[in-house]
């Protein structure tokens, strides 16, 4: 199997990849499949010799990158792992059916991951569910009794993993590392249609949240409010977006905010979820 044909595998996990510029509910449609191609498509990532010849030196940084994601998956699957075998927690219906999927998806994306770092020489990370703590040290005492405390969490690591794989991207780009990035760039879809979907689910049940991030205004409260430090950035490629023209005057500040998710430094991430840890 040639790396062409490792990438064809890869670009099967998200059908929207190549159309980034339809809308969100379009890109939506095939939420439900995601998860069940992202498992066949880490298949292609035992091929560990192919993968150490290719990164040659740059392996101990790559590895960097994606024991930091996994770690990341990690905390996500338990978080849902825990959620929805929580009996009473999640209303039966449309919602248990969704989070379940997101909980596959996460899975998912840990084994995924952890082959990826296998293969290419490295050894992954690993956490057991002991290790965590999704009251964060505290802040969210109610997050497994109650549904919208749960739902809360859920937005804030989702959009603040959003932007974690945003800010990582950068550091797997180059010839060598052209399939790890697109697989990175996949996932990172993936996350985005779990970060829309949490926050529809939020709107349905009376919280005034969008599907996206405006500005620095988490939806949530204070307890977040660092999550989203950042996001109120207009200016993109040099660019300030409220200056260039619309069909009703100039774009707004919060549809230039809406536009674009900001990244997040791997130290800004750490500080966000570090209180999730044990």
């Given amino acids: 199997m040639n790396l062409q044909n490792i990438l064809s595998e890869i670009e099967t996990v998200d059908p929207a990849f190549y159309e980034r510029t339809s809308e969100r509910r379009s890109a939506f449609k095939n939420f439900g499949m995601i998860g069940k191609r992202l498992s066949l ?7 560990g010799s192919m993968f150490q010849k290719a990164y040659g030196q740059t392996t101990t940084g790559v590895l ?3 024991n930091f994601a996994l770690t990341l998956e990690y905390l996500e699957a338990n978080f849902y792992i825990k959620g929805v075998a929580t009996s009473g927690l999640i209303p039966a219906g449309a919602g248990l059916t969704a989070l379940t999927s997101i909980r596959d998806h996460e899975n998912a994306h840990v084994n995924f991951l952890k082959t990826a770092i296998t293969s290419a020489g490295g050894t992954p990370v690993s956490f057991t569910a002991a290790q965590f703590d999704f009251t964060a040290k505290g802040a ?3 997050v ?3 549904y919208n405390t749960f739902l809360a969490v859920a937005q804030a690591l989702e959009d603040t993993g959003v932007r974690a794989y945003k800010g990582q991207a950068p550091n797997l780009q180059g010839t060598a590392n052209r399939a790890l990035l697109t697989a990175a760039l996949n996932i990172h879809s993936v996350e985005a249609r779990h970060a829309s979907h949490i926050r529809q689910m939020r709107a349905a ?3 005034g949240v969008k599907p996206w991030i405006t500005g620095v205004v988490s939806g949530i409260d204070a307890r977040t409010n660092n999550n989203y430090a950042g996001e109120d950035n207009v200016t993109q490629g040099g660019v300030n977006i409220t200056t260039l023209p619309s ?3 100039n774009v707004s500040a919060n549809a230039a905010t809406e536009s674009f998710d900001e990244p997040l430094t791997k130290d800004q991430v750490t500080a966000l979820v570090t209180p999730f840890f044990a």
């Fill in 144 to 146: 497994f009794t109650n």
């Fill in 247 to 249: 069909v009703s005057g």
């Fill in 64 to 66: 960097g990158v994606l």
């Fill in 41 to 47: 498509a880490a298949l292609p990532f035992a091929i």
């Fill in 205 to 207: 049940l009376g919280v």
């Fill in 140 to 142: 969210f005492p109610d």
